[in-house]
């Protein structure tokens, strides 16, 4: 790397080779109103861009880096790994390793959901796959889901979806076909009477309903009191299944998840993983019943396959991360997440700007409104300009926020007093910023 480069000309250069300049659309800080930071490396807490500058960082690789970036454990995992090969296109002891910690760990009051697992490479292959699994398995085709929750970038899930959609503004995605998004029925999130109405009117057609456990791509708002069970009682009174994506919450808010804390018991029958079970590398997992997950090939009749799902070096990073994920670890991400969010609150307070800080677990969010958000009708309502000038000012400061206001802030094991020090005394300047900001 030419030690004189900045973040200007790498973003020059990479426009160049990649459509606006990266390889995810919320990377390109199009929303911020600032150039992209390109980093180079990154250890705990913190992110070194290309001009050497370090940040405290709050977006851990949008979730994987939960024991902070480049943990000794799971890069010597990763090195030993690859001294043995990058992957065989063959079955290795790793990957079995790996299901029997994911099914060992998903469990409450005794209930294991996960009898079998599928690892596969993305959140959005864990999704589709789950799609494809609960229609082939109830002969149905139609799949509920909720506005505002985002569950990868297949075709039929990507009506109304949070995250980078409502980060761009953007309705849903060109070059989805219709009678494919008509597959998909959007439903308002927390709100059961609108999901009674629908399977009162489709309810023999309906295969599944695919909810986020506690959404974060449209900002933090929790599910209401009692609603995943709810929905999941619904459900399975129409002979539809539930599919909790756990592809942010999986293993983040606590060892079995959300399924585990949910303050209402309930029964998913396939649940999604990504980000943190693969430890920073491409890996993701979906898990159920034996019955409900050997209708998958090679035993069963629905089709799924990944030449690279299972990679060895994914799976030595997501089983060193796992085990070192014990109630320690969890107790200082969780300390230090209630520091940072009650610092953001006051901070927003003494600026008389007005605000929320949701929280679902450790993960959190500032939304700019005086009202808690529901759904995502109540979320687009903010005041959302008044992020970008928060997130510079941050910026400024030396601490890397998500760069979208539609997104969780992600702490890890290694914020330590310091860093969060930093955060902390920065954030009074952001909130005078987000005070002064205007519409347009």
Request: aromatic share 6%.
């Amino acid at each position: 790397m030419d030690p004189m480069t900045t973040n200007e000309q790498e973003f020059a250069r990479a426009r160049g080779a990649m459509p606006g300049g990266v390889n995810s659309p919320v990377r390109a800080f199009g929303s911020v109103g600032t150039t992209p930071r390109f980093f180079v490396s990154a250890s705990g807490p913190r992110v070194t861009d290309v001009e050497g500058r370090a940040y405290v960082d709050l977006v851990g690789s949008w979730g994987p880096a939960i024991l902070g970036h480049a943990h000794p454990a799971v890069v010597k995992a990763v090195q030993d790994a690859a001294s043995h090969g990058l992957g065989f296109g063959a079955s290795t002891p790793g990957e079995t390793q790996l299901a029997e910690l994911l099914t060992a760990r998903v469990t409450r009051d005794g209930a294991r959901p996960i009898e079998r697992v599928r690892l596969v490479s993305t959140g959005t292959e864990a999704t589709m796959t789950a799609i494809r699994l609960a229609r082939g398995a109830t002969g149905r085709d139609l799949i509920v889901k909720f506005a505002g929750h985002y569950h990868g970038h297949s075709d039929g899930l990507l009506a109304e979806a949070g995250s980078g959609v409502a980060t761009l503004a953007m309705p849903g995605s060109a070059g989805v076909p219709a009678p494919i998004a008509a597959q998909t029925l959007v439903v308002p999130y927390n709100d059961l009477d609108a999901l009674r109405e629908v399977f009162a009117a489709r309810g023999a057609d309906i295969a599944a309903i695919i909810v986020e456990a506690a959404p974060a791509n449209m900002g933090i708002v929790p599910p209401a009191h009692g609603f995943n069970a709810a929905i999941a009682d619904l459900a399975h009174a129409h002979g539809a299944l539930l599919i909790l994506d756990e592809v942010l919450t999986g293993f983040r808010v606590g060892p079995a998840g959300w399924y585990g804390i949910d303050p209402v018991p309930f029964s998913p029958d396939l649940i999604t993983f990504g980000k943190v079970v693969g430890g920073g590398l491409p890996l993701a997992a979906l898990g159920g019943s034996a019955a409900l997950m050997e209708l998958l090939a090679p035993l069963g009749p629905v089709y799924q396959a990944g030449t690279l799902s299972g990679n060895p070096l994914a799976v030595a990073a997501g089983r060193a991360t796992l085990d070192h994920l014990d109630a320690d670890a969890y107790a200082r991400i969780d300390a230090a997440a209630a520091r940072i969010a009650d610092a953001a609150a006051s901070a927003l307070s003494d600026a008389g700007v007005a605000h929320v800080v949701q929280r679902s677990g450790n993960l959190f969010s500032i939304q700019f409104t005086a009202t808690a958000p529901t759904d995502y009708d109540t979320v687009k309502a903010q005041d959302a300009f008044r992020y970008p000038p928060f997130f510079r000012a941050m910026l400024d400061q030396g601490v890397s926020l998500p760069p979208s206001v539609f997104e969780a802030w992600f702490v890890s094991a290694a914020h330590d007093e310091e860093a969060v020090d930093e955060i902390v005394h920065a954030l009074p300047a952001a909130a005078r910023a987000a005070a002064e900001a205007s519409p347009g």
